[in-house]
């Protein structure tokens, strides 16, 4: 199973500052040295994170490969065609929402999922839609021709009881089960952290996970130490 590291959160903390460090594309390079087989950014329409220059310099820096995570939007769709992203995964996108809250609802837009889709396949990037895990979303996913699915994790993750999680993992193997029998290839995100992980092995066919939040939220705790460190070394030398 691969892993894909969503770095929108290293560009959050650039943001809500307006500085220029940290730099995602810094954080995509350390990302792959460390075993990611790809980057994942959120190019979201209020731009609150990632900025249009973050996705066209990881287009030219990283090894692996760019997914771009992206809503069914004209300017943003213009910017996939423009950047060429290896892949992409249209997600629903509310201003208000602190992060993507639930699949996109493909049963309800279907035409113009298609529409997106097709023109993003034809232009050489490879489309996933995020979407819960029921059958009628992934039966209305393999209308639109798109190759892979990422199945919304967020609810397996929020469980509050054991059963309530395998309650949702069932739903997750079930769902990954029908669509690998239709052809279309899925990955799996949202939520994911050091503790659920492991989990995923029992959901078949997943190919990849794209996790973000934990592991940024991880990075401050293992590296904060060192940052300390350093900072007062240099203090300290010019007492
Ligand atoms: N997959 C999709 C489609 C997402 O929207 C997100 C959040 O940006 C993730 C995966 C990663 O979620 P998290 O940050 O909770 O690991």
Do not use: W
């Not at 950014?41 to 997914?67: F, Y």
């Amino acid at each position: 199973m691969q892993l894909g590291v969503n770095i929108d959160h290293i560009a959050t903390l650039r943001e809500v500052r307006k500085a220029i460090f940290p730099d995602p594309v810094k954080a995509a390079e350390i990302a792959e040295m460390a075993g990611a087989d790809g980057i994942t950014v959120h190019l979201r329409e209020d731009r609150r994170h990632i900025q249009e220059r973050d996705v066209a310099l990881l287009m030219e820096t990283i090894d692996t490969k760019l997914n771009l995570e992206m809503a069914v939007a004209k300017d943003v769709v213009e910017k996939a065609l423009e950047y060429k992203p290896q892949c992409a995964c249209l997600v629903p996108e509310k201003r208000e929402e602190l992060t993507t809250e639930g699949g996109l609802n493909v049963c309800g837009n279907v035409d113009e999922v298609t529409r997106v889709t097709k023109i993003l396949q034809d232009n050489g990037t490879v489309v996933s839609l995020f979407i819960d895990p029921s059958e009628d979303q992934i039966k209305a996913a393999e209308e639109t021709g798109a190759k892979f699915i990422e199945l919304h994790t967020g609810e397996f993750a929020n469980a509050k009881t054991e059963i309530e999680q395998m309650k949702e993992l069932d739903k997750l193997i079930a769902a990954a089960e029908l669509a690998h029998k239709l052809g279309i290839g899925v990955n799996a995100g949202h939520g994911l952290d050091y503790h659920n992980v492991s989990l995923m092995h029992k959901v078949p066919h997943l190919e990849e996970l794209n996790i973000g939040h934990s592991i940024v939220a991880r990075a401050v705790f293992v590296g904060l130490e060192k940052a300390v460190r350093e900072m007062k070394e240099l203090i300290r030398s010019n007492d």
